[in-house]
Nanobody, 117 residues
Framework: QVQLVESGGGLVQPGGSLRLSCTAS????????MAWYRQAPGNEREFVAR???????NYADSVKGRFTISRDNAKNTVYLQMNSLKPEDTAIYYC???????????WGQGTQVTVSS
């Protein structure tokens, strides 16, 4: 059974940093496009960042220049380094895996990020 487990969320002051991790199991990680999404209360889930198998990335405009997505295929893990955090970054952050060449997608359970003074 495929599992994606996020960690690293928490409470941080504006301007601070956090690093989220998402570790996948029972999945061919090297064939997966990995992404982070987030959902704030009352809002729809929105795209944050994506990394393809060979390291190409793209970002939502709202996080460009502040967030960095990376992956370690040997550890089946994708990361989201978040710097210069703002209160509007407060949300539940979800990890997503899309298997290349299939219509299979998987989601993690989410990790809460709260940016507040």
């Amino acid at each position: 059974q495929v599992q994606l487990v996020e960690s690293g969320g928490g409470l941080v002051q504006p301007g601070g940093s956090l690093r989220l991790s998402c570790t996948a199991s029972e999945i061919n990680f090297g064939r997966a496009t990995m992404a982070w999404y987030r959902q704030a209360p009352g809002n729809e889930r929105e795209f944050v960042a994506r990394i393809w198998r060979y390291g190409v990335t793209n970002y939502a405009d709202s996080v460009k220049g502040r967030f960095t997505i990376s992956r370690d295929n040997a550890k089946n893990t994708v990361y989201l380094q978040m710097n210069s955090l703002k209160p509007e970054d407060t949300a539940i952050y979800y990890c997503k895996a899309d298997l290349v060449g299939t219509n299979q997608e998987y989601w993690g359970q989410g990790t809460q990020v709260t940016v507040s003074s």
